[in-house]
């Protein structure tokens, strides 16, 4: 579900057009798509420290932000980066689109193909096509590789997964929403996705038109238009090939969150992929991501940012990491399981955010245990609760067992919803949620106990 028009801003921050928020300007830097080397993430902390708070936002998309920077700020930190190799600066054309490719790309054995070669095609192939910078902010791309770490929970506008087929791999593409909503529209060889990419971006906004209440993302356009138009416009009715598992106009399979990338060792035990750690609420420190930094380059590794908002030590310092996982988990990361913050989906609130009157990330460690309690009551899910600041949910979009809103200083409950969804109850203190929260626990556990097939009706 979109936010509500009068929540939107219009334009994603960046070096070039930073955006105002509760604690300063907030930009968001464009890496490189596949790993960043820790000598740039070193730098980045850098001046987070230099220019802003010392903040540092993990995205739900896998890019960094940094905050509390300001108009006095912004001059120093563009010339920090105008220096820095892989990071877009202001005086480079902004990147058109969200491309999201399978963080362990390339490490992942259960994978398909290694999608990177794909994904640095396809952005190559877009910085040369000028009239897709008219794309809306939130477009988005995935291209998966089909392996253990899926991208089910992105709602792209354009799927790519790799498929392995008799006569070698493929991509099925599929469009609008998460998997799970996206129509799947045929397949195509490795070497025409980025130009199958293309038409159907093009064709998105000649059919979006460009009226006020023009679709800003793809699923709404087919809700108006249906697919096959689409396919006419973008050319594709007869260069998309079919395969036996794809069913005209048919969702894909149900989508389940990801749980697997929470996971803190990957590969064989001897010799790990990767080692993995989650960020709390998608927040760290400059001095957590130094820390991060100095890890993996102390054993010669690269870092793997992740929309789960978790981080990978990938390569030769996943042993290591491993071992010293203790120094990681000290400062304030996630290095094992259960953690009850894994359950809790929390925005930056008040005073972060102008629109922020409750503080999502410091209420959600008073919630810890009921959030587990509703993840385990939600088959499929890893979130039990999402904290918002505001009706615009920004940590989440999509829905939740129990959702807290807010709004004047207290909270409105969602049951099994989003934020910009009605609530059963308004104006709850703290105290208040907490209690509501464990009542409706204990009735979903006293449902299972009266019902062994309880979980078919959630």
């Known amino acids: 579900m979109s936010a509500p028009a009068e929540l939107r801003r219009g334009w994603c921050p960046s070096l070039a057009r930073p955006m105002p928020s509760g604690d300063g300007l907030l930009v968001r830097l464009s890496l490189p798509a596949d790993s960043v080397p820790p000598a740039l993430l070193r730098a980045i902390a850098s001046c987070a420290r230099r220019f802003g708070n010392g903040l540092i936002d993990l995205t739900s998309r896998g890019n960094l932000q940094l905050r509390g920077l300001s108009e006095v700020t912004m001059p120093g930190l563009v010339e920090a980066f105008s220096s820095f190799e892989g990071v877009a600066s202001p005086h480079e054309p902004a990147m058109i689109c969200d491309i999201i490719m399978s963080p362990l790309s390339g490490l992942d054995p259960r994978a398909v193909c290694d999608v990177r070669p794909m994904v640095r095609a396809l952005r190559e192939r877009l910085a040369h096509e000028a009239s897709l910078y008219a794309l809306p902010a939130k477009f988005c791309i995935t291209v998966e590789d089909g392996g253990d770490f899926g991208l089910d929970h992105v709602a792209a506008d354009i799927r790519f997964k790799a498929r392995l087929l008799a006569d070698g791999s493929s991509f099925m593409v599929a469009l609008g929403g998460r998997e799970g909503e996206a129509r799947p529209i045929g397949m195509c060889a490795p070497s025409s996705l980025p130009e199958i990419a293309v038409a159907l971006a093009l064709a998105f906004l000649e059919l979006r038109g460009v009226s006020e209440d023009a679709p800003r993302r793809m699923a709404d356009l087919l809700k108006r238009i249906g697919t096959e138009t689409l396919l006419r416009s973008a050319g594709l009715a007869s260069r998309l090939s079919h395969h036996p598992d794809i069913v ?28 993995g750690m989650a960020v709390p609420f998608g927040q760290l420190t400059a001095d957590q991501l130094d820390h991060v930094a100095n890890e993996t380059e102390a054993f010669g590794g690269e870092v793997r940012l992740t929309p789960w908002r978790a981080i990978f030590i990938a390569n030769r310092s996943a042993m290591k990491a491993m071992e010293t996982s203790s120094r990681l988990e000290d400062s304030g990361l996630i290095t094992r399981m259960p953690d009850p913050r894994l359950n809790i989906a929390a925005c930056a609130g008040k005073p972060a955010c102008v629109r922020g009157t409750v503080s999502p990330r410091k209420d959600a460690l008073r919630l810890g245990r009921v959030a587990q309690g509703l993840a385990l009551s939600s088959p499929g899910r890893r979130i039990g609760i999402h904290i918002s600041g505001c009706a615009k949910g920004c940590a989440r979009s999509t829905s939740t067992k129990a959702t807290l809103v807010g709004r004047d200083g207290r909270y409105d409950l969602v049951i099994d919803g989003t934020a910009a969804d009605p609530p059963i109850r308004e104006g709850l203190t703290l105290e208040e949620a907490k209690i509501a929260l464990e009542e409706l626990e204990e009735e979903i556990e006293a449902e299972r106990m009266r019902d062994p097939h309880w979980e078919k009706h959630l």
């Open 248 to 275: 005209e106009g048919a969702a894909s399979p149900a989508l389940r969150e990801p749980g697997r990338p929470f996971i803190m060792c990957y590969g064989r035990e001897d010799d790990p992929a990767c080692f």
